[in-house]
């Protein structure tokens, strides 16, 4: 079993490596992290650099693929090119295609969630009916073989759902209890509903310029 | 504020990432990624290489440092060297000095958890008690100045829990927020009192033997 992380300048480091360390620890797992180039790739704050060592065209058919979300993945969904057209290829053979965050609109501009439903960041939901899907508020939606995430943290849950089914809940459970994923926030405020409505507004507001000055500063 | 992750070869990297992700949101934080030298350096599964760009010497005072666990990470405590040597000298000078999972044990290698009460990875936490500290099954343990976090992913708690300190209850709120931090792991299976015994007694045997794996295929 073939499962493939797919980076891309700007993703989320968080929600990449959390649905990584659950796969990693997946018996009979081969987790491969791709990106279009191989060399240098920074996450969304600049501050961690990966060195990637295989390319999308060298793994066109995992059996899972995952794709990140990042601050400005809304815009490269939407531009398009060779990440979308990989998601579009390799879904074709998948046991599952899958996103955290708002790698969600990565899978869309594919044609994946035409007609589906799915989950992406509260702040970007509203974009997803542009490819066709219903939004929800789940953290983890399954539909058919396309199962995608809430925001950034959400893909721990969703790789632990997927493990599930793939190995069985015990494998799972193991798993969950290697990482220690007893989760005890010292606040309720993780989703827009628990969150107070001021806070809301807030990292509405701060998310909505840090798109804006990440991609006036994109190279692309 | 400078927030110092302290990198080694063989790190797990949700055990970084994890804070790693909220305190990259704080505002006023100048979050550096450090390590012993320069260059490439692989995580515990050998599958994620990064690029240090900043050594531990040329960050000799952080506010805040980080060590994260790893599957090794025991006997690289006990070894001792250049990590060990940096937080025993910038703990003099920390706001907070802290851990995840088994980075637990370099904080005690370093003399920083004699007398103090502590958290580690449930399986490494026998471990605490030769450097000095009391082990307890807390999710994040604040002594003093000294907080840390539990297995892999507590990490989140943990960089949240100290946001709190740090900036407030609504700084620490909104950043949840953000990275929708509202988990719902499909099983309640993340801690050892909470997983079943047949579960539990099989990580304990795979995780002793990927460290004994892992120490035998180690270049130290």
Redesign the interface.
């Known amino acids: 079993m073939q499962i493939a992380f797919a980076l891309y300048p700007g993703f989320?480091?968080?929600d990449a490596?959390?649905p990584?360390?659950v796969f990693?620890n997946l018996p009979g797992a081969e987790?491969?992290?791709v990106a279009e180039r191989r060399g240098?790739l920074d996450d969304d704050?600049d501050?961690?650099?990966?060195?990637?060592?295989h390319t999308l065209d060298e793994v066109p058919t995992p059996d899972v693929l995952i794709v990140p979300g990042g601050t400005i993945t809304r815009r490269i969904a939407e531009a398009g090119g060779p990440l979308v057209d990989w998601v579009r290829a390799a879904h074709e053979h998948t046991t599952w295609t899958t996103s955290v965050?708002t790698g969600a609109l990565v899978l869309g501009a594919a044609g994946v969630l035409d007609g589906k439903t799915a989950t992406t960041?509260?702040h970007a939901a509203e974009h997803l009916a542009r490819y066709g899907a219903t939004s929800t508020e789940q953290?983890?939606v399954v539909d058919g073989k396309v199962v995608t995430a809430?925001?950034?943290?959400?893909g721990?849950?969703l790789a632990?759902?997927l493990v599930?089914k793939l190995a069985g809940?015990?494998v799972?459970?193991?798993i969950?209890?290697?990482?220690?994923?007893?989760?005890?926030?010292?606040?309720d405020?993780?989703?827009?509903s628990?969150?107070?409505a001021a806070?809301?507004d807030?990292?509405d507001q701060?998310?909505t310029q840090a798109e804006a000055d990440m991609w006036a500063s994109s190279p692309a």
């Not at 501050?47 to 060592?53: A, Y």
């Not at 809430?150 to 959400?154: I, K, Q, R, W, Y």
């Not at 405020?189 to 827009?192: I, K, L, M, Y």
Request: net charge negative; proline share 8%; with cysteine.
């Open positions: 989320t480091a968080l490596i959390g990584y360390q990693t987790v491969v992290v240098r704050n501050l961690l650099h990966f060195e990637v060592e965050c960041h509260w953290r983890v809430a925001g950034v943290s959400a721990i849950d632990l759902t599930g809940d015990e799972a459970q193991a969950q209890l290697g990482i220690e994923y007893d989760p005890q926030p010292p606040y405020a993780g989703a827009p628990k969150a107070p806070i809301r807030l990292v701060v998310m």
